[in-house]
C-alpha cells in the first residue's frame, strides 16, 4: 500500500507543477508561449528537458529488459552509440534548427522544411509521415502507466485505472502548460530518475549480499554469453549507431531545440548529454543482468525457466507453444521485481515513481503532435487567418485531449506487443528521416522533389518491413531464415530479433537509400529560388 | 560576492575560433571515437571484472560515454557555430508559411 500511496503523491506532484506553470503563463494566450514556452528555457531546464524527453520507459525498463535476455551488449548496442551520436546532432542540427527558428519564427519542423524548398504539400506528406510513426509512443505511454502502476501496487491499481490516471495526469498538466508544463514536469521528473539507477544499484547489490559472486556464477554457468557480446556480430552492432540518428528528427525533439532561450543553451547540453546516459544507463543495464541470479524472486525464476525450454526445445514446439513461452520471458518488468523483492516498501515506492517518471515521458510526443496539428494543418490551411491565435491554442488544447483520450481507448483494446513493434520501426524511420534534415539545413541543392521521395521511401520502407515481419515467421533465437537469396549470398534474413539486410540491421540501407534519393532526385530537379537559398546559405555563413 | 554573470560562467567553454587545421583535427577525432565504439578486442571476454564484478566490456563502454562527454567539450569549445548566433539576432521576420 505505500509504494502505491508514494507514487499517487507523486502523481499529484507532478500536476500542480503543470499547473503551476500554467499560472505562471496565465493571460498569454499566444502560440509561442503555449508551443514553444515562449523560446524562454533556462539551460538547466533545457537540459534536463531535453534528456528526459529522450529517455521515454525503454531507457529504465526496456533497457534493464533487455540486458535480461541479452547481456551487457545492451549498453553498447543503445547506449553508448547514442552517447556519441545524439550530443553530436544537436550541436550541428539542433543549433542550426534553434537560429532559423528564432529569426524565421518556426514552430514545428514541417515549417522549416515548407520555407526552405518553397512547397506547400510536400511538407504536408513530410507531416502526415511523422505523425503515422510518432502515435504509438502516446499510446504505448498509457500502457506502460498502466503496467507499471499494476505492478507497483501488487494489483491494487488494475491496469485499466493506471492507464486512466496516467492519462488524466500527463492530459492535465500538458493541457493547462503546454510547452512550459511539460518542460518543468520533464526537469522534475528526470532529476528524480537520474537518481534512480544509483539508489536502485546500492539498495539492490545490497539485497543480493553483493555482485561478485552473482557475477562469478554467470561467468561459470551456460548464461556466460551475458557478460560478453559473443552472440551479436561485430556488423549488428556497428549497424545500431545508425538509430540515434532518429533522435534529431523525431519532431518532439526538433520542436524542443527551439525552446532555448539562447544558443549557448547548447554547449551544457551537449557535453553534459553522454554523462546523463552513463548515469542512467549504466546501472539499468547492469541490475538486468544480475537478475539473472535473483533465485528468490519466483516471477524471474518463471522467466528464466521458460527462456530454458523456449532454448532447448524450440525446434520442436508449435509455433502457438513458442510464442507463449516468448511472453513468458518478456522482462521488462524485472526491475520491478528486484525492488519489490530487496528494496524497503517506502524506497520501493520512491523508486516506483523514478520508474513512473521515465514512463510518464510520452507527454512531448502529446504536445508535439499537437503543435505539428495546429500549426502545420490548422493555421497552415487558413484556420489561424480565419479563426485568430487564440482559437489556434484552443484547437490544440483540444487536440491533446482528443489524443489522450483515444490513445487510452486504443490501450484497453489492443495488446501491447503491437505498439513496442511500432515503435521498433518508428526508431528506424525517423532515422531514415534525419538526411531531410541534414540536406535542408546543409545542402543549398537539396529540392522538394529530393524530399519528397526519400518521404515516401521511409513510409513504403517501414511499412515493407513490417509486412516482412509479419509474413515470415521468426525462427528460434540463434538461426535464421532465408527470406531473399542472390548468387549463393543471403541479402535478407528473418532472425528472431526481426529483419536483417546483409546481417546489418533494415536502418542501415533504409538511411543510405533515404540519403541517396534526396542526391540523386534533388540532382535532377529544379531548385529553390536564389532568394531562398541566399537566406539559409549566406555568403560568409 | 558578485554574480560571475552567464558570460563568465560559460568561461571554460568559450568558444575559440576554428582554423581549418583545427576543423580537420576535430573530425578527425569524431571519426577515431566512432571507431573506438567498435572495441572488437573486449568481444568474447568477460574478464577482468574491474572492481571485481564489472565485465570488462561493459566498463569499457562506461569509459567510451566520458570519451564522448570530453569529444563534445572539444567541438564545444573548438567548433562552436558561433555565426549562428549572429544570424538569429538579425531582424525577426515571420517566414511560416
Redesign the interface.
Known sequence: MIPTLIVLAYLGVVVYIGVFAFRRAHGKEEVEDYFLASRSLGPFVFLMSLFGTNMTAFAILGSSGHAFANG??T??LM???S??VI??TL?LVG??V??LG??????TPV?LF??RWET?HV?TVIFAVQAVLLVPYVIIGVMGGGTTLEAVSGGRVPYWLGGALVALVVMTYVFFGGMRGTAWVNTFQTTLFLGFGAIALVVIGWGMG???R??EAI?ASPQ?FL????RVS?LY??SY?FIPLSSIAFPHITIFCLTAR???QF??T??????C??VIW?PC??LGVMANRASDVPEIQEKLEARRTLSAESATLAPEARDALRAKTAADDVLVLLLNRYAPLWLAGLLGAGIMAAVMATDSQILALSTMFT?DVF??YEGKTRFGEAAQVHTGRAFVIGLTVLAYVIALRLPEGIFVVAIQYAFTGFAALAPLLLAALFWRGSTKWGALASTLWVALGVVGIAALNAAVPAPPPGQATAVWSFAGQRLLERTAGGISVLGLLPVVPMVLISALLMLVVSALTPKPSPETIARYF?P?? | MTDPG?AEK?RR?APVPATKMKTTLLVLA?LV??VL????W??????P?VF????I??FY??C???L??L???L??RY???E???R??E?P??????
Not at chain 1, 270 to 275: K, N, R
Not at chain 2, 37 to 40: A, L, P, R, T
Not at chain 2, 42 to 47: G, H, M, V
Open positions: 551487457i551488449v549498453f553498447g547506449a553508448s552509440s552517447a556519441l550530443p553530436l550541436l543549433t542550426r534553434w537560429a528564432k529569426r524565421y519564427g518556426f514552430i515549417q515548407r520555407d506547400s511538407g553483493g555482485f561478485s552473482a557475477v561467468a556466460s557478460l560478453t557480446r559473443e561485430p552492432f556497428l549507431t539562447r544558443m549557448t554547449r551544457k551537449v557535453i553534459l548529454y553522454p554523462l546516459i552513463a549504466l543495464v547492469f500549426e493555421a497552415h549566406p560568409g555563413g | 552567464p560559460d567553454i569524431t571515437v566512432y565504439h567498435q572495441d572488437v573486449f568481444w568474447t571476454s568477460a574478464r571484472l571485481g564484478f564489472l565485465p566490456g561493459l563502454h562506461a567510451f560515454t566520458l564522448c562527454s569529444l563534445m567539450w567541438l564545444v567548433a562552436w557555430p555565426h549562428l548566433e544570424e538569429a538579425l525577426h521576420e515571420d517566414r511560416r508559411p
